[in-house]
């Protein structure tokens, strides 16, 4: 079966901490797709990375990292130096190779203060 | 590109009415899908298009939900007699199967 798990409901932090937000998979497929998405208090889902599951390098886009670890079957996401602008509920989604469908987690709002 | 074009942005309508969300997505994305979100449910998938083609209609909460795709460049999603629980934010999405990209959502109260 395929699923995807974000343990974390809400987190809050204050302004400028780093925080890791979780996301655990399952699947049987060997090859998949696994995304964050973002969605900010307007409403709106914002693409942020896709990896797939060739590819265990972590990534970085600024103050964004990712760790893909296929050993833990997770995809983690870290916020470093983390800014109000931050807080926005994120999705972490799984796509397996045999079908478009996105299987989505339940999502972990993020609250930076100032 | 101007992205996943749903519309409108807002709709309010009387129980019973009929309510129709529309969708144009991205020139070259072969895949369309509608979702439903709700505070209570999150995320759902309502059901999914490759090739205009409907692939999978199982999360349709019931009959008087209906979508079609009659061409590349449209969709809908109809819903006849709306009744309040179907208030959510309703978003279209399109894809190549690597890339998703969603529209900005409909926003539907029934009252």
């Known amino acids: 079966a395929q699923k995807v798990t974000q343990a974390q409901t809400e987190i809050s932090v204050v302004e400028k901490e780093d925080v890791t937000l979780d996301c655990v998979y399952e699947?049987?497929?060997?090859?998949?797709?696994l995304f964050w998405y973002k969605q900010p208090p307007s409403g709106e889902l914002v693409f942020l990375i896709r990896?797939?599951?060739?590819d265990e390098q972590n990534e970085i886009s600024g103050r964004y990292s990712w760790n893909f670890q296929k050993s833990t079957s997770s995809f983690n996401f870290t916020i470093t130096a983390s800014q109000v602008v931050d807080s926005a509920v994120y999705f972490c989604?799984?796509?397996?190779?045999?079908?478009?469908?996105?299987?989505w987690g339940a999502g972990t709002k993020l609250i930076i203060k100032p | 590109d101007a992205g996943v074009i749903q519309s409108p942005r807002h709709e309010v309508t009387e129980m019973g009415q009929e309510v129709t969300l529309r969708c144009k997505p991205i020139?070259?994305?072969?895949?369309l899908f509608w979702y439903r979100q709700t505070m209570m449910r999150g995320l759902e998938l309502l059901i999914y298009?490759?090739?205009?083609?409907?692939?999978?209609d199982s999360g349709m909460p019931e009959d008087r939900f209906s979508a079609k795709m009659p061409n590349a460049s449209f969709s809908t999603l109809k819903i006849q007699p709306s009744e309040p629980r179907d208030s959510a934010v309703y978003f279209c999405?399109?894809?190549?199967?690597?890339?998703?990209?969603f529209g900005s959502g409909t926003r539907l109260t029934v009252v």
């Open positions: 999405a399109s894809s190549t199967g690597l890339i998703y990209t």
């Open positions: 020139s070259g994305h072969n895949s």
């Open positions: 298009f490759n090739n205009n083609v409907p692939i999978d």
């Open positions: 699947t049987r497929d060997t090859t998949y797709y």
């Open positions: 990896r797939n599951s060739f």
């Open positions: 989604a799984l796509r397996q190779d045999s079908n478009y469908q996105l299987i």
